[in-house]
């Protein structure tokens, strides 16, 4: 090799992660600037995991990502995060090795036998390695959309606000059907919306003042 030559980079072999956890013991590292408890638990996830396994940390784009029961509203619930990385050899996913751990959320624990169970065995199967055709199905309805939201500890869109404070039925479906403390953060983020939806009024009106 000459010395002149641009040193050759490496890159990892094609590799699936998945890592088991609670949701209450997945970290939260203040990555993303809104604050969103969802995006900043997820990202973190991500992001310590592939320094574990990768030594370098996540970037969108090159790693693909699956969750599975990340519903961080709740505590002491199993949760999974599927990382990818790679092109399956000759376009088969069975020659893509798998690694798999467990978060205590301290530091992760290899776990190979999470492979020997069939309902982790079948949702593998769901997430193939090598990305298909997107399907996205039925859209559910709005109200079912901000409930599965609130379980996670997402923000939600203004959109969905809008949406929920035009539909007073919707909210009633609601507050039956989560829990009171995913009600208050759902009243708290309407009224949050409302001031930014008078603010824009305001501006609004001043504009045709001035004209």
């Not at 092109?87 to 301290?106: K, L, Y």
């Amino acid at each position: 090799m000459d010395l002149d030559d641009p040193p050759i980079e490496l890159t990892p072999s094609p590799m699936r992660v998945l890592v088991q956890t609670l949701t209450n013991l997945v970290p939260s590292d203040n990555l993303i600037a809104n604050g969103e408890p969802y995006g900043d638990k997820l990202l973190s996830m991500l992001d310590r995991t592939c320094k574990h396994v990768w030594d370098f940390p996540y970037e969108p784009g090159l790693q693909r990502w699956y969750s599975y029961g990340d519903e961080f509203g709740y505590n002491n619930r199993v949760c999974f995060f599927l990382l990818d990385y790679g092109t399956a050899p000759n376009g088969n996913d069975e020659e893509v090795p798998i690694q798999c751990f467990t978060w205590d959320g301290e530091k992760f624990i290899p776990k190979p036998e999470l492979l020997q169970s069939e309902d982790v065995q079948a949702e593998l199967k769901e997430v193939p390695f090598t990305p298909g055709p997107s399907d996205r199905g039925e859209i559910p309805p709005m109200r079912d959309i901000v409930r599965r939201r609130l379980r996670k500890a997402q923000f939600l869109s203004k959109r969905e606000l809008d949406y929920i404070a035009e539909h007073p039925e919707d909210q009633e479906w609601l507050q039956r059907k989560v829990k009171p403390r995913f009600w208050a953060n759902l009243l708290e983020q309407m009224e949050r919306r409302g001031k930014q939806n008078e603010d824009e009024k305001g501006g609004e009106d001043y504009v045709e003042q001035q004209q």
